[in-house]
């Protein structure tokens, strides 16, 4: 099945600055990749997400990456606030079909972000 | 975006007992899931529940331990069985629409402590 690496596990960084987080899947079947944003004590939320057949997606602050052939993608956060301060997962979907588009979760990366 | 709602919200159970948690989505949601994260950890997918049928389960989780129902488009239920201290943890329902490219929401979750 799918698996998904993700690094670092936790990110410092002084507001200001960017962040950078990097995730791999394992299927170069999966289709589908989002990030999501956990705030302590509360569900995650999406904050961006992007198909297989594109190379990169902006909205505001936030940018993401993807590489098919070497199935890595990277979530991109310029000009980091202290309010960007939280968890972060990456996850994968294979296609629907006999799947079910069930995401598959990296580990999670810790970002604080200093004032 | 769906609004999902879980009851309870945190519980305290002894162990050897049974708590059912229940899912509720203010629309009709073809895929509806239930992850588990353990404290300081990523999310890990028990099962997605299918509408008037047995739930397909993840990989090291059996129907014995966490029954799932979903009589209806809009509901679901997950208990977790017999439980012991090794099941504390937040347990959250999520939806998606039926593309693998759809926005998959999550719950607020249920905390569960076993003592």
């Known amino acids: 099945g799918e698996n998904v690496e993700q690094h670092p596990s936790t990110l410092s960084v002084q507001e200001g600055d960017s962040a950078v987080i990097k995730c791999t899947y394992s299927?170069?079947?999966?289709?589908?990749f989002p990030w999501y944003k956990q705030e302590l004590g509360k569900r995650p939320q999406l904050i961006i997400d992007?198909?297989?057949?594109?190379g990169e997606k902006k909205d505001q602050r936030i940018a993401v990456t993807l590489n098919k052939t070497a199935k890595h993608f990277s979530l991109h956060i310029t000009e980091t606030q202290p309010e960007d301060s939280a968890v972060y997962f990456c996850?994968?979907?294979?296609?629907?079909?006999?799947?079910?588009?069930?995401?598959?979760f990296g580990q999670g990366t810790t970002l604080q972000v200093k004032p | 975006s769906a609004v999902i709602s879980q009851k309870p919200s945190r519980d305290i159970c002894q162990r050897g007992t049974s708590l059912t948690i229940q899912c509720q989505v203010d629309?009709?949601?073809?895929?509806m899931f239930w992850y588990r994260q353990q404290p300081g950890q990523s999310l890990t997918l028990i099962a997605t529940?299918?509408?008037?049928?047995?739930?397909?389960?993840e990989s090291g989780f059996v129907i014995d331990k966490f029954p799932i129902s979903r009589p209806n488009l809009t509901f679901s239920t997950l208990t977790v069985s017999n439980m012991s201290p090794e099941d504390s943890s937040i347990y959250l329902c999520?939806?998606?629409?039926?593309?693998?490219?759809?926005?998959?929401?999550f719950g607020p979750g249920t905390r569960l402590t076993v003592l």
């Open positions: 999520s939806v998606k629409g039926q593309r693998s490219t759809d926005t998959q929401y």
């Open positions: 299927d170069s079947a999966s289709n589908y």
């Open positions: 992007i198909r297989s057949n594109v």
């Open positions: 996850a994968a979907s294979l296609p629907i079909s006999g799947n079910t588009g069930k995401l598959i």
């Open positions: 629309s009709q949601v073809t895929m």
């Open positions: 529940a299918n509408q008037g049928s047995e739930a397909t389960y």
